[in-house]
């Protein structure tokens, strides 16, 4: 999906295109359907500047009637930092993106612990297993009431939390303040996940890391075994 | 003669009366208000480049692989499979000093539209700041401002931001230094020239809407400041990041469309250098309907529209059987194209306001004409390096050093900008150089930019060379080969013989650098007049490089890799002090000669680091230079988290020369133990001095008798907060 703004959409690309060899069409916000796609990616970006709130103006975009349409009948749906926050926005994913702890812009590498292996972005993961993937945003600082986040756990909701190297969750290893650490969530069918690092940007070992691979190859696994 | 204009109209333009009788003799009358207006801002120091122009002329700018020279919105320069590089720096240095955030931003801006005015696609950012000390509340402002201001650009945008440098020094405290620099890529057989050369073309504003900010802002940047240059603080723009993104995506589309004429940037002296620049690039002449500009505003005059520096705005000029296809792609973005004017066969510029004209100039007077100025030059005698006492605790001295702010690590601010976003940065931020991919081959481009202002306020000749060499073995330490530079000169008040005596020296030096390395100058610019009440910031020129590298799997890095792996210093240690951080720390005056570099010496150097790392010899690579060895040793250490063990530094020159001089032309390597007799081979092919250091390993850092600290002590003190 591009929004006016987004930038991320060539990077989403480049590792599902030029990477997985998979192939990719750029939808435009104006667009009123998303027939045809087995997977919509909400890249990152500022989308409309964020100038009023993060993935506030994008949420209306006409495009997002038909994603949401897509998303509740089970389609594939993943929202990368910005798309993350749209994905809020329009009430797919529960939970708000504040400002940064520090009150700034952070770019830098982190850990993420996979902590469900069900949604449709994990299935290739171990339960424990650790990503090096960088972040890269200025309000990821994921927050929601106590009931809301009880619940996100109860259900296996809870997809990433920021950790250490070794897999450890701590204070120190939370790059914005996330409550209880969380980087990612998804929606109870585990068919839509958002998360704030930047897993596009980890697909090749010149570029540090290819962790972020097995969310695109999980993805891509989930509709095989669907289709069978 | 008698002048028909008073004073203050001049002065409020910055020209003299000498230059208002030129423009009455290029007119054959007295212009309008608009008129003089118009001429102030292009005959602006900014714009006209008149105390430089001649200077300039030394530059070498052609080389084989040059596509296209200074003159353009950028330089470009063929990297091959049919690609160009397109770069360029810039000054925002008085818009910083008094707004800090717009006045960065704005720079960001500039910079990237220069770039994708040529057709190229925005790769990268690299910013050179230069600030007071931080202990004030006013050094703090412009330094927290100017950071926020490149980050929240760039970032919204979507560019990311690679490299650059950053010093502190006294001198700034007034007049900070902003420079940006913007790299990008396009196809050959793509990029563009702003050049209106067919009559009759139709002339497209694009973008924002014109509103009152940045009136003036080329004649502000064109003069000195004083305590009422807060009043000045409508003479910044104000940025938005997020229309400029647009406005790229759409410039790039539109440059793949036929019948597209030119792209132009407005950017200093807005409409009035643009249209004018553009058109007289093309030795056409433009009119232009004022009443057909849309504003932010009512109650503009022609004089606001003509020299608002608004932001975010292109001038397309189209074939006129283009214009709807070139509508189709504004549409696309949601942008508002206003149809302006006309490309016409004059050679002069025509503004009509309801109907009437009201401004009629010759281009060639307004683009060429400025009188140059031949200020006197004075020169600074050089005074001897004072006398130093002897060092006493050098490990206590390498921790205040490595944590002072000119050394200290510059996470804290770079982890505020997106280096990342592109997926092509193979090296970030925090080395020597950065090192991007060109997308879709496997090369690699390395980015840098690089200026000691202290060995230039000491000998503004030697000290620009030393830049030059610096950037070029900055880019050599990643492996790629240095192919071109772009420069900005940042200098106090060219009217004052001392300030012209450095300016000249300064242009030399970066001439006569750039020739023995046979390195072309495709682009750059000149900030002078960043003086306030009579305080000038010390001469600084700023060296942008951009090196190639034709296999990335060939790369470089610059921290240790392996225990076990042998160091060597490359290069020959001098007894060199004068300008050294070292004797900041220690409070020596600022005289004495800096570290000179010896071209022949480099040339060799740089030879053999080519030869070795294409060779695989080498594990690691890193420049030694603001610090000296010790530090240079240390940051290898920190950047590979890997500890070395030297049982002492011994050479022809003092212990502190050798721990914290800063000889140029030196380089520290790490290579496997097996690999060690074909380094000694490749380095005496080359007449390179080899010296060896010590071996990798252990959590320590450890010279001989006299340091043992702790890596993690000198990561502490390393990532001391600014």
């Known amino acids: 999906m591009v929004f006016p703004g987004t930038w991320s959409d060539r990077d989403c690309a480049h590792a599902v295109l030029d990477v997985l060899r998979e192939p990719v069409r750029f939808v435009d916000h104006r667009e009123q359907t998303v027939d045809g796609l087995d997977l919509v990616i909400l890249p990152g970006g500022f989308s409309y500047g964020d100038y009023l709130r993060c993935g506030a103006i994008a949420r209306f975009a006409p495009v997002m009637e038909a994603v949401t349409d897509f998303a509740n009948r089970g389609g594939l749906v993943l929202g990368i930092c910005n798309g993350f926050q749209i994905l809020q926005e329009a009430r797919l994913l529960p939970g708000a993106l504040l400002r940064n702890a520090s009150c700034e812009f952070r770019c830098e590498w982190v850990h993420l612990r996979v902590e469900q292996s069900n949604s449709a972005f994990t299935l290739d993961c171990r339960p424990g297993q650790v990503l090096r993937i960088p972040i890269s945003h200025g309000e990821g600082n994921f927050f929601a009431d106590a009931e809301t986040l009880d619940a996100l756990e109860r259900n296996g909701q809870v997809v990433f939390r920021y950790c250490a190297a070794d897999g450890r969750v701590s204070e120190a290893s939370n790059p914005n303040g996330s409550l209880r650490n969380i980087a990612g969530i998804s929606n109870t069918h585990g068919n839509v996940v958002g998360l704030m690092p930047h897993p596009e940007r980890a697909c090749e070992p010149l570029l540090g890391s290819e962790d972020g691979l097995v969310l695109f190859r999980s993805a891509i696994h989930a509709l095989t075994r669907v289709a069978v | ?722």
């Open chain 2, 1 to 722: 003669m008698a002048v028909a204009i008073d004073r203050a109209q001049l002065e409020a333009v910055a020209l003299n009366e000498q230059e208002y009788r030129a423009i009455v003799r290029a007119i054959g009358r007295d212009p309008n208000d608009l008129e003089v207006g118009m001429f102030g801002a292009l005959w602006s120091e900014h714009c006209g480049y008149k105390t430089s122009k001649a200077l300039l002329r030394q530059l070498p700018t052609e080389g084989p692989h040059v596509l296209q020279g200074p003159g353009e919105n950028a330089g470009a320069v063929d990297i091959g499979d049919g690609l160009a590089v397109v770069f360029k720096i810039e000054s925002h240095n008085h818009p910083s000093a008094i707004e800090p955030y717009q006045g960065a931003a704005t720079g960001v801006g500039g910079i990237l539209r220069d770039v994708f005015a040529m057709g190229a696609r925005p790769i990268a950012l690299l910013d050179a700041l230069r600030f007071g000390p931080l202990d004030s509340g006013r050094g703090r402002h412009l330094f927290a401002g100017v950071v926020g201001g490149i980050g929240g650009y760039g970032n919204c945008f979507g560019c990311p931001t690679v490299g650059g440098e950053l010093y502190f020094d006294e001198g700034y405290a007034d007049n900070p230094v902003v420079n940006a620099m913007c790299v990008g890529l396009v196809r050959h057989d793509r990029l563009r020239r702003a050049s209106a050369d067919r009559a009759g073309d139709v002339v497209l504003l694009v973008g924002a809407d014109t509103g009152r900010d940045g009136i003036h802002g080329a004649t502000f940047a064109s003069v000195e400041m004083n305590e009422r240059s807060a009043e000045r603080r409508p003479a910044v723009q104000v940025g938005n990041p997020f229309l400029e993104k647009l406005l790229c995506e759409a410039c790039l589309r539109l440059n793949e469309l036929e019948g597209v004429t030119a792209i132009q940037d407005l950017g200093a002296a807005g409409l009035t250098s643009a249209a004018s620049e553009l058109a007289h690039r093309g030795r056409r002449g433009i009119d232009i309907d004022i009443d057909r500009v849309s504003r932010r505003e009512q109650g503009m005059s022609a004089y606001d529209v003509m020299l608002s520096e608004s932001q975010e705005r292109m001038l397309i000029v189209v074939r006129p059987d283009a214009e709807a296809s070139a509508r189709e792609v504004f549409d696309h973005f949601e942008l508002h194209a206003d149809r302006i004017g006309t490309i016409t066969g004059t050679g002069r510029m025509r503004v009509r306001e309801r109907g009437a004209l009201v401004a009629d100039l010759p281009l060639k007077a307004l683009i060429d004409g400025v009188p140059l100025r031949t200020p006197t030059a004075t020169f600074a005698e050089q005074r001897p390096a004072p006398v130093m006492p002897a060092i006493e605790e050098p490990e206590a001295i390498l921790l205040d050093l490595i944590a002072s702010p000119n050394l200290r690590s510059r996470r804290p601010i770079y982890r505020t900008y997106d280096h990342q976003v592109q997926d092509n940065t193979v090296i970030g931020p925090g080395f020597d150089a950065a090192l991007l991919r060109v997308p879709g081959t496997n090369k690699g481009l390395a980015l840098t930019t690089d200026g000691n202002p202290r060995y230039v306020a000491l000998d503004p000749y030697e000290g620009t060379q030393a830049a030059v060499a610096e950037a070029a073995r900055n880019i050599v330490c990643t492996g790629a080969r240095p192919i071109a530079v772009t420069n900005c000169l940042n200098f106090g008040n060219p009217e004052r013989p001392l300030i012209f005596g450095q300016l000249q020296e300064s242009v030399r030096g970066l001439a006569d650098a750039c020739r023995a390395l046979e390195l072309p100058i495709v682009s750059g610019n000149v900030s002078l007049y960043n003086e306030t009440s009579e305080r000038n910031i010390p001469p600084t020129p700023v060296v942008g490089m951009v090196g190639l590298l034709d296999d990335l799997s060939l790369r470089c890095p610059a921290g240790f890799q392996e225990d076990g792996d042998i160091v060597f210093l490359l290069g020959e240690t001098r007894e060199e002090l004068a300008g050294s951080e070292y004797w900041r720390l220690l409070g020596a005056p600022l005289e004495g000669r800096p570290p000179t570099v010896s071209f022949e010496a480099e040339r060799r150097l740089q030879a053999a680091m080519l030869d070795s790392i294409g060779r695989g010899v080498l594990r690691c690579a890193h420049d030694v230079s603001d610090g000296g060895l010790l530090i240079a040793l240390a940051e290898s250490a920190l950047y590979g988290g890997r500890g070395l063990r030297c049982p002492g530094i011994v050479g022809p020159v003092s212990r502190e020369a050798a721990y914290f001089g800063e000889s140029q032309g030196r380089i520290v390597v790490s290579v496997a133990p097996r690999r060690v007799p074909e380094l000694q081979k490749l380095m005496t092919t080359h007449h390179v001095p080899l010296q060896t250091i010590g071996v990798v390993g252990g959590d320590d850092l450890h010279v001989g008798s006299d340091i043992r600290i702790s890596l993690e002590i000198l990561r502490q003190a390393w990532e001391t907060a600014f």
